[in-house]
């Protein structure tokens, strides 16, 4: 027997000019999904002093919901939840300090419910409320996050884009077939007394009525805030919880090491296209569709490995975070998984280390478009609070067309998310060394700067053929070692190079992040047009020390740079 459930909602503004608060849910239709996901409710109530109330409280309630359907079958609805909700929290608070002088922040209560199988999982943050309705029984599983000031004010202790930090409220329960669950915001609990609001759901006719009527009800009692409420009835429950993966016990396998002609949940192998120490890649093909597939299974090195396997797991989820034309695509799973793989799109082409041996001192106008790709890319992952860390050409595809996209989740860290930054071993990069910030590999993350110094030191490679530091950069093991590098001038490698371009290549890759650029679009343009900062002192220019004769000079270099720029940058073809 499938699960079975209806949900009602309604949420208005009641008196007030502007609602604040968001409601939101989603029941998938019976099938692979309800039964390994369920079903889910989201409830927020933004804090209307913060100015950004309205805005904080739709964007956690639609990312709650959004991202929790592409996290792994593998994860329990707690571990899913709780990283969301970190996430989630994360991007309110950054967005609410950008409004620190204005006194703007982005804050709102949250109340999620999640039914899955046989059993009830709730989250929560705030003074908004979860009720279950059991055998003519209310009871509020939901704790208020609130402290009392003077003459009995309250003010709220806890909200999601308060903190850097947040602590989640979470618990979980039994179920039966018959039960009711009401999620309110304080519009409806602070005027109507929990028997009025389990006699209001009791006495409709439909679980839409319900929440309508306690909207109504509320109204009526003189509700000043604005109203909220969903109202979810259990008609049936599944008869097992065999599928219900909440415990470490119930892990998938890994999968054999695979063949051609071998298949796997309804999947062909057709061939293997990479494997290492770590990770194996196949093209297969679904039987069902005749799609064709990447399929990334762990390697069998790492049985015992639980951080390795929570790792795997977690790619799989970022992947599915990201909606990018320049990011590998996840597949959604349609079938059950009887092993520990997941499946992106296959891309055709080549990775970018392979194309730069095919294509040596490309045009700058090729180059600069892949440059910009790869960054547009990199935004894609940055808007998500996500860090590749691993950036390099063999994590690159080139299509045939010139498109690009980014590959490998392995090394990504998600802010909000990783409970301890755990740096990059240095046995593991040894291929890495040569675009990781340097910072990763000493234990330090330098978050987007991290990313931002590997596509300069590509940037640097694509036009020079070259490292910015040499070979010697895969050498160094400290602090000491990377000292004693100095950067080598692009412009030596590649007279075409102008001097600004030279100068936006070194400051990108600095190893200091404090003289380094603090974001993608800064290095960017400067890549793209000269930077008057980069022409000064430019020893083309020789060492008169005449202000006048400066300026003469730099003008009529402007000139010389902006041609050059024109015929750099116009060019056609590969």
Same mark, same amino acid.
């Given at each position: 027997m499938p699960l079975e459930l209806n949900i009602g909602a309604v949420t208005s503004a009641g008196i007030k000019p502007v609602n604040e608060d968001a409601v939101a849910h989603?029941?998938?239709?019976?099938?692979?999904?309800?039964?390994?996901?369920?079903?889910?409710?989201?409830?927020?109530?933004?804090?209307?002093?913060?100015?950004?109330?309205?805005?904080?409280?739709?964007?956690?309630?639609?990312?709650?919901?959004?991202?929790?359907?592409?996290?792994?079958?593998?994860?329990?609805?707690?571990?899913?939840?709780?990283?969301?909700?970190?996430?989630?929290?994360?991007?309110?608070?950054?967005?609410?300090?950008?409004?620190?002088?204005?006194?703007?922040?982005?804050?709102?209560?949250?109340?999620?419910?999640?039914?899955?199988?046989?059993?009830?999982?709730?989250?929560?943050?705030?003074?908004?409320?979860?009720?279950?309705?059991?055998?003519?029984?209310?009871?509020?599983?939901?704790?208020?996050?609130?402290?009392?000031?003077?003459?009995?004010?309250?003010?709220?202790?806890?909200?999601?884009?308060?903190?850097?930090?947040?602590?989640?409220?979470?618990?979980?329960?039994?179920?039966?077939?018959?039960?009711?669950?009401?999620?309110?915001?304080?519009?409806?609990?602070?005027?109507?007394?929990?028997?009025?609001?389990?006699?209001?759901?009791?006495?409709?006719?439909?679980?839409?009525?319900?929440?309508?009527? @306690?909207?109504?009800?509320?109204?009526?009692? $003189?509700?000043? !805030?604005? /109203? =909220?409420? &969903?109202?979810?009835?259990?008609?049936?429950?599944?008869?097992?919880?065999?599928?219900?993966?909440?415990?470490?016990?119930?892990?998938?396998?890994?999968?054999?090491?695979?063949?051609?002609?071998?298949?796997?949940?309804?999947?062909?192998?057709?061939?293997?296209?990479?494997?290492?120490?770590?990770?194996?890649?196949?093209?297969?093909?679904?039987?069902?569709?005749?799609?064709? @597939?990447?399929?990334?299974?762990?390697?069998? $090195?790492?049985? !015992?490995? /639980? =951080?390795? &396997?929570?790792?795997?797991?977690?790619?799989?989820?970022?992947?599915?975070?990201?909606?990018?034309?320049?990011?590998?695509?996840?597949?959604?799973?349609?079938?059950?998984?009887?092993?520990?793989?997941?499946l992106m799109e296959m891309i055709e082409g080549e990775t970018l280390d392979k194309w730069m041996q095919r294509n040596p001192f490309p045009k700058p106008k090729v180059a600069i478009e892949l440059v910009k790709q790869i960054a547009q890319g990199l935004n894609a992952l940055h808007r998500h609070d996500t860090i590749h860390q691993d950036l390099k050409p063999a994590n690159i595809i080139v299509t045939p067309a010139g498109r690009i996209k980014l590959v490998d989740f392995g090394s990504v860290y998600v802010a909000g998310v990783a409970e301890v930054f755990r740096p990059l071993e240095h046995e593991g990069a040894l291929g890495t060394a040569s675009y990781s910030d340097p910072q990763y590999l000493m234990g330090h993350n330098t978050g987007v700067q991290g990313d931002l110094y590997a596509l300069a030191t590509i940037t640097y490679e694509l036009f020079t053929g070259e490292l910015p530091y040499g070979e010697e950069i895969n050498e160094c093991q400290s602090a000491f070692d990377y000292d004693r590098l100095r950067y080598r001038s692009a412009s030596e490698l590649n007279p075409v190079i102008p001097i600004w371009f030279d100068r936006a290549l070194e400051k990108g890759v600095n190893f200091d992040p404090e003289h380094r650029y603090q974001t993608l679009s800064a290095l960017l343009e400067d890549l793209q047009k000269p930077n008057p900062a980069f022409l000064r002192n430019d020893p083309r220019l020789g060492d008169d020390r005449s202000p006048v004769m400066f300026w003469q000079l730099i003008s009529g270099f402007w000139i010389v740079i902006l041609l050059l720029v024109l015929m750099l940058f116009s060019c056609q073809g590969i």
């Open positions: 989603q029941l998938p239709e019976p099938g692979y999904a309800l039964e390994s996901r369920g079903a889910i409710c989201a409830l927020a109530d933004g804090v209307s002093s913060a100015e950004a109330g309205k805005e904080a409280s739709r964007y956690a309630t639609r990312h709650f919901i959004e991202d929790y359907y592409k996290t792994p079958e593998t994860w329990s609805v707690e571990h899913g939840g709780r990283k969301i909700l970190a996430s989630v929290n994360l991007s309110l608070y950054k967005r609410s300090h950008e409004y620190v002088q204005e006194e703007k922040g982005f804050l709102c209560t949250f109340s999620g419910l999640v039914v899955k199988s046989r059993t009830a999982h709730f989250f929560h943050v705030g003074d908004s409320r979860i009720y279950h309705l059991h055998d003519n029984k209310l009871h509020q599983l939901s704790h208020d996050h609130f402290v009392v000031i003077g003459k009995g004010r309250r003010i709220l202790s806890r909200a999601l884009g308060m903190d850097s930090n947040i602590a989640i409220d979470y618990g979980k329960l039994p179920i039966s077939a018959g039960d009711y669950f009401v999620l309110t915001s304080d519009g409806v609990h602070d005027f109507l007394s929990s028997q009025q609001i389990m006699d209001t759901v009791m006495l409709a006719d439909n679980v839409q009525l319900a929440a309508e009527n @306690l909207q109504k009800t509320a109204l009526e009692l $003189n509700s000043d !805030d604005n /109203i =909220s409420a &969903i109202v979810i009835q259990l008609k049936s429950l599944p008869t097992a919880t065999l599928d219900d993966f909440n415990s470490e016990l119930n892990r998938l396998p890994f999968p054999p090491e695979l063949e051609p002609g071998m298949v796997l949940d309804a999947y062909e192998v057709t061939q293997e296209l990479f494997a290492s120490a770590r990770s194996q890649l196949y093209e297969v093909k679904d039987r069902d569709t005749g799609q064709i @597939l990447v399929m990334k299974t762990p390697s069998r $090195n790492f049985l !015992d490995d /639980i =951080s390795y &396997i929570d790792r795997f797991i977690q790619e799989e989820w970022i992947g599915k975070r990201i909606d990018s034309p320049f990011v590998v695509k996840i597949v959604q799973q349609k079938r059950p998984r009887t092993s520990l793989y997941y």
